[in-house]
């Protein structure tokens, strides 16, 4: 029965070893975890096979670091990954109270929005939200979304916890700089919020900040709180590039003896290609967002037309930019999903090196299709045609993982413990955003749809469904690892269900909104007779949202109560094969002690014939060499 779940070799079975785990060299009195040798410098070299990293504070030792330094100013990636954990967490609880706003607003125009008084005239007039208001909440919750929320979460979070602990490694490359890229995000996201308590408000010009309505002040009536975007993006850049160069280096140079590159956990690979379009995307907002700022302070003409620029220069640079940028926002979500999915199902990831190829496939064509947001902007049809099929090619290796998904269930032994409920949701509702995606590749269909709310539609499937359940997924399966402790798994669950049908009734219809021509940014829309007759739809959505809001207050009961209360969690709870499973909930500073773990097989040994138990660790040496899928593992 095994036999015929994985009738031939492992998919590394014929790969090399890595003999030589190449490690940046300690620099002299500093440690690789980046911190001076401190009083208990006990340097413990420890030889495994031909790897040696020298580890300061050796184990059994007290960790003497000041609770300032351990908790605050911490360089230790799982400290820091929590951190990015807990400001984008708010910074979600935010942008969700923002949409609260629109949807009243959207649903009930004209009628006070609950305690809508008490916020300042400015704002709303008798409660009833106004309409520079509901620009302002419209911008904001997109950039909230997208910049402070979604990204940081999933390359913050777990790009920060997962990669060091999957690999292998005492900590990331760099632990300075990391810190350094948690203590930028912080202000550029303060800074954000700072354009809420300025005269003219925040920003209001979209996520998006199209030219010239970001660009002039006399437009919008908006001033400080544009050029807060900008400064505030373009601190936020400096945040993502030290973060990603790290993330790149630690991967590249920090992996355990016997991690090659086709061992890494797909949650790794997804994670180094979204560390490099990172690195290589948001120079280019940083850049547009620049000129931005000089055409708003000190007169300069880029985006301005009555001046000679070009608006069109915005949309370009913005959407070179933008499209990477919403790979990077579904990429994580995608590895992560995948290592998820194949412990819930007990079985090997169907089609690993495809899984791996298509990471790589969608890092690289994602660069070439950012003229799909621009069809409607007067571009030449043929450039149009160009951008159609190059978007059209990209659900190719979209359509892979898919299946490849697909095939890892079928017939697997499936669990449906909490993480692989999110999971599996994550795929279903990842299809039909990807679904929509390939409609609106189309250019004939998408000058039909463009601006509507069938983009709202297609965008929230994607982010929503896919990026965001792919995060509830992540959190509650590395929670124990997080936090030493369970999250309830029956609250879990209700969370879990109440999320997914409140959130399909708030947006999937919405791609009917939009095919009735439904306009994306509008403040009311009983103003117009054509949308008159679908305002039940819009009073449907905002119910529903209101649910859907309401109940992520389950999620956060939930992980708030059972980081005091939850059950302890063992070592691994989920009998998953990574390495981090291998170490303490939560791992001890410096991961896995004196001990290098040396790596001897691929990450999703489930069901193997070669174990009693229905898993194979990693790490765990195959006693006789029967069966091993190496005869000669590294560092032996
Ligand atoms: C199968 C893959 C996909 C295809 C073919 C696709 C296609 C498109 C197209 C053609 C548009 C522009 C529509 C218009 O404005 O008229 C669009 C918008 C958008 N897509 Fe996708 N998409 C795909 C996947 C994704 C993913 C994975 C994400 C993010 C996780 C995403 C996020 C967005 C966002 C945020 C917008 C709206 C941007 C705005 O504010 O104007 N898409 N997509
Ligand atoms: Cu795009």
Redesign the pocket.
Known sequence: MRGAVRPGPLQDARRRDRPHAGRLRPLGGTSPLGRPTLKVSTMATTATGSSTYTHDHGHGHVDDRSFIRKYIFSTDHKIIGIQFLIMSLSFLLLGGTLAMVMRWQLGFPGKPLPGGTLLPDTYTSNGVVLPEFYNSAVTMHGTFMVFFAIMPLLVGVFGNYLIPLKIGAPDMAFPRINMASFWTAVPAGLLMLAGFFVEGGSAAAG??SYAPLSARSDLTGVHLGQIFWCLSLIILGLSSIMGSFNYITTVINMRAPGMNWFRLPLSIWALFVTACLVLLAIPVLSGAAILLLFDQTIGTHFFDPQAGGQPLLWQHLFWFF?HPE??I??LPGMGMVSDIIANGARKPIFGYTSMVLAIIAIGFLGWGVWG??M??SGMNPTLGTTFMIS?LL??VP?AIKTFNWLGTIWEGNITFHVPMLHALAFVSMFVI??LS??F??ASPF?IY???TYF?VA??HY??FG??LFAIFAAVTYWYPKMFGRMMNPFWGKVHFWLTLVFYNCTFFPMHQLGLHGHMRRIYDPTQYAFLREVQPVNVFISISAFCLFATQFLFAANFILSWFKGEKAPMNPWLDNGLEWTVASPPPHGNFGDVVPTVYRGPYEYSSPHSDQDYLPQNLPMPGGMGAAHPQPAGD
Do not use: E, K, R
């Open positions: 996520w998006t933008g919403v790979y926002l579904i799909h947001h069809f409607q978007t990209i659900a979209s955003g990807g995606g390939v609106m590749a998408d749809i463009h601006d983009i297609h965008l994607v982010l896919g990026s």
